[in-house]
């Protein structure tokens, strides 16, 4: 077994999977165009040396929120009264509706961006969509927040990278297990998060604060130039042993979900 390449077979996979687990028998893939998605994926497919995350189980999805902003989640999993964190709020917030209108749960979002704030604060929301106008990272305090290389980007970054500005702005950040204890939360049921890079950080004190997940929607962030597809293999191993299984690879191979090992029956 080499770093840049676990030996798992149900893990990583020298071979592509079939058109099946790539679409993964969603309720939406019936209507989805299949080119364009192949298309995506065999771009994506050699940056991962020809071995890339492979689905590890099988389950019925749905996909949640707009085709930009939405996730897929697995339904069965989603207790009477789940707990719901949504890290990356940006502009589009249709996954955190379409989870309050579907299954009346509350959502506790959190963004930092400026932008954001003002943008949340000129919407008419429910009352079970809750923001919090800080960071999720792996410390408690402040740091530096990278601006978007134009005025009118809304995604800004914890991580230097040259996709964003040499500039920063400070901005309060929290560990989510202070953000939990803070909310009286001992679990969450679903944690998405679309953070720009921050998701490794984020992710690997998730485990080292043993933090019980039941389902992860993640979209990670290798493309950027400080970051690289050998980051999330390493993460993304580490969750593995962390008892979180693959049900989700998009066809880029950023966006994944992963559920609990104890909640699933492995294929």
């Not at 970054?157 to 901005?171: F, G, H, K, T």
């Not at 998405?192 to 690997?204: F, P, S």
Request: proline share 7%.
């Amino acid at each position: 077994m080499t770093a840049d390449r676990p030996d798992d077979a149900a893990f990583f996979g020298s071979e592509p999977p079939d058109l099946v687990r790539l679409l993964q028998r969603t309720e939406t893939s019936q209507s989805m165009n299949v080119y364009p998605q192949l298309r995506k994926y065999l771009r994506s497919y050699p940056q991962w040396h020809f071995c890339p995350p492979r689905v590890q189980v099988i389950r019925k999805l749905r996909r949640i929120g707009s085709d930009y902003g939405g996730y897929l989640v697995d339904p069965s999993l989603i207790s009477p009264d789940p707990v719901v964190y949504s890290l990356g709020v940006g502009e589009d917030i249709s996954f955190d509706l379409s989870l309050i209108e579907h299954y009346g749960c509350t959502v506790h979002a959190f963004d930092p961006t400026p932008k954001v704030k003002d943008w949340i604060e000129s919407q008419h929301l429910p009352a079970r969509f809750c923001f919090q106008g800080i960071g999720i990272a792996d410390f408690d305090g402040e740091t530096d927040f990278y601006l978007p290389p134009m005025t009118d980007f809304i995604s800004h970054s914890l991580i230097r990278a040259r996709q964003y500005s040499p500039d920063s702005i400070r901005v309060p950040v929290t560990k989510l297990s202070t953000a939990m204890k803070c909310l009286g939360h001992s679990r969450i049921d679903v944690l998405k998060m679309d953070i720009e890079g921050a998701e490794y950080a984020v992710l690997t004190d998730v485990m080292r604060d043993n933090i019980d997940v039941g389902q992860i929607l993640v979209e990670f962030h290798h493309r950027l130039s400080s970051v690289g597809v050998d980051k999330t293999r390493s993460v993304l191993s580490s969750l593995n042993d962390y008892g979180m299984k693959i049900c989700y690879v998009c066809p880029r191979m950023e966006v994944l979900t992963l559920i609990a090992q104890r909640k699933v029956i492995l294929v």
